[in-house]
């Protein structure tokens, strides 16, 4: 009697977990804003300087390694070349980073901060 009990006690408790575990399929997962504040100006320090640190610095680090022509390592450098890092960025048949191109997000955001002003901070 006493094990019919606990299997009972048991199945009730899996159920009442399960539907209480808070997770809710139904509703679409949020993708982070690549902007963590959307009203204001884009920046190199605070949006910019981390893309290219996970992106482009493997190859164009300071030293520039596997055939990189050019280091991006500060603001000045990575100014200096926006438009064509705009450009190899969003180039299909021939992407940086070479493994393929970054989420459309990430594209947009250098774009915005070009159109921006190229601002450092």
């Known amino acids: 009697m006493n094990f019919k009990n606990l299997i009972t006690a048991l199945a009730i408790s899996i159920l009442v977990f399960n539907c209480s575990s ?21 920046t190199y320090t605070g949006n910019i300087r981390s893309i290219m640190s996970g992106n482009c610095t493997s190859c164009h680090g300071s030293p520039t390694s596997n055939g990189a022509p050019t280091s991006y390592t500060t603001y000045n450098q990575v100014r200096n070349d926006v438009d064509k890092i705009i450009s190899r960025i969003n180039n299909a048949s021939n992407p940086m980073p070479q493994n393929g191109l970054m989420p459309l997000a990430t594209r947009q955001l250098i774009q915005q901060w070009k159109d921006d002003g190229l601002l450092e901070n």
Request: charge should be negative; charged fraction near 25%; glycine fraction near 10%.
């Open 22 to 42: 808070g997770d809710d399929s139904t509703e679409p997962e949020s993708t982070p804003n690549p902007n963590p504040n959307p009203s204001g100006k884009i």
